[in-house]
């Protein structure tokens, strides 16, 4: 099974992508959000593209666990998304996704102008990989 990541912000949506062995998430790319119907458009795109049988979602809940506006403008948009490709999203707790992202990218990049772009791409492959890490941990757990 392949899966896709989107990192889902107001302008903006990173993509990140799952091996077929559910190991490691790669960022991507990043799309500017247009309209309801190319953002559809571009996401059931690179399902296909990327053989995905399933697209996660970053959930920015809060610290305290509760849902804000922002995790409800997140959840109104997949789902939107969702019924005109026909494919149900599966959502996942995204908390500190952002600051992962940054401070990897802060890592590996040298000084100077920054860019968010990438940033949304990154921090897509951090939510991906935190969900690809839980269901293999579920798979070492039931081994045991």
Known sequence: MKIIGLDIGNRR?????GDSDLRL????????????????RVIAHYLR?????????????????SAGFQAQAVVAYAEKIAAIIARAPVFWDERLSTVEATR????AA????KSRQP???????????????????DSNDSSL
């Open 13 to 17: 949506v990173g993509i990140a992508f």
């Open 25 to 40: 998430a790669t960022p991507v790319a990043v799309i500017e959000r247009t309209t309801l119907d190319d953002d559809a």
């Open 49 to 65: 593209e990327y053989d995905a049988a399933r697209w996660i979602v970053g959930l920015p809940r809060n610290m305290d666990d």
């Open 104 to 107: 990897r990218m802060q890592d």
């Open 110 to 113: 040298p000084r100077g102008k």
């Open 119 to 137: 940033l949304d791409a990154i921090a897509a492959a951090v939510i991906l990989q935190d969900y690809l890490d839980s269901l293999n941990q």
